[in-house]
């Protein structure tokens, strides 16, 4: 009797500690992918391409063969995680805007992220920005951004919300992030560098991993940690896209009424003119 009390007390404990050790495996994995635990499919968009070079026009980096590099790169990353990636476009090639939230629609356990690179007439623009439209997108953007702006050497120019296409129309989480200002020369010389455009890469795939481990205070840290990743605070362009519209048709309106009350004395001279020279 004794020896079977002691033999299932041996297995017992036996099976307590490969439960634990189980578990601790598990954290460990859970932790490691930057609390991702969901196999999931991530479609990766590589900006612009074929006719579209991207940026403004006499740009001399062509903007399409630098969010296809990185896009593969970032694919090679993820498929070697485990994720099931589908491509936008992997060559290059044009792919219209309605198809890339086609491609994004047809999955449902799924992410989207939109690479490109910023452009302006400003060489002196610089910095990192990361886009969403959905209220569900954010915890990706915040990921993202968090870790680009903490590995690249560009400034943090913030999380924004924007009605793009490809954002407003998909139906998973989405966003787009810009990855420097191919108009500055710091920049550009970064982006030409196939280590940066790794490098890049490499912080993209840490947001993705590092989605579920959002949390909701802000922060103006650059340097992420897989464990806790602050909710990003955001601009809201889309409300200030509404409010510039409601100033440019006041502005319209009065312009119009400014128009029509400078135009009445014209009309009553003509009239007079006329009424004189027909009497």
């Not at 601790?24 to 968009?45: E, F, K, L, N, Q």
């Not at 990353?77 to 994720?83: F, K, Q, R, V």
């Not at 790794?198 to 922060?219: M, P, T």
């Amino acid at each position: 009797m004794r020896r079977n009390f002691f033999g299932i007390a041996l297995l017992a404990a036996g099976l307590l500690i490969t439960g634990l050790s189980s578990a601790s495996h598990a954290a460990r994995s859970s932790r490691s992918s930057g609390g991702d635990s969901s196999p999931i499919t991530v479609v990766i968009d590589a900006g612009h391409g074929g006719h579209d070079r991207g940026g403004i026009p006499g740009q001399r980096i062509a903007e399409k063969d630098m969010t296809l590099d990185v896009a593969l790169r970032l694919r090679n990353i993820l498929s070697a995680n485990g994720y099931h990636v589908v491509m936008t476009r992997s060559s290059d090639v044009f792919v219209p805007l309605g198809g890339r939230v086609a491609i994004a629609n047809s999955y449902r356990n799924a992410v989207f992220v939109c690479i490109h690179f910023n452009a302006t007439g400003r060489s002196g623009a610089s910095g990192i920005e990361t886009y969403f439209y959905s209220r569900d997108s954010l915890p990706l953007a915040s990921a993202i951004h968090y870790y680009v702006t903490g590995g690249a050497p560009s400034a943090n120019r913030g999380v924004r919300r924007r009605g793009y296409y490809v954002l407003r129309k998909t139906a998973i989480p989405a966003v787009l992030v810009e990855c420097g200002f191919l108009t500055n020369p710091t920049e550009a010389a970064y982006a030409q560098s196939a280590g940066y455009r790794q490098k890049l890469a490499d912080e993209i795939a840490a947001g993705i991993r590092g989605r579920n481990s959002v949390g909701g205070g802000f922060s103006t840290t650059r340097v992420a940690t897989a464990e806790s990743i602050p909710l990003q605070p955001y601009i809201d362009q889309t409300k200030v896209a509404k409010s510039e519209r409601r100033r440019s048709k006041r502005s319209h309106k009065k312009s119009a009424r400014k128009k029509k009350s400078s135009s009445k004395p014209a009309d009553s001279e003509a009239r007079t003119g006329t009424s004189d020279r027909e009497g």
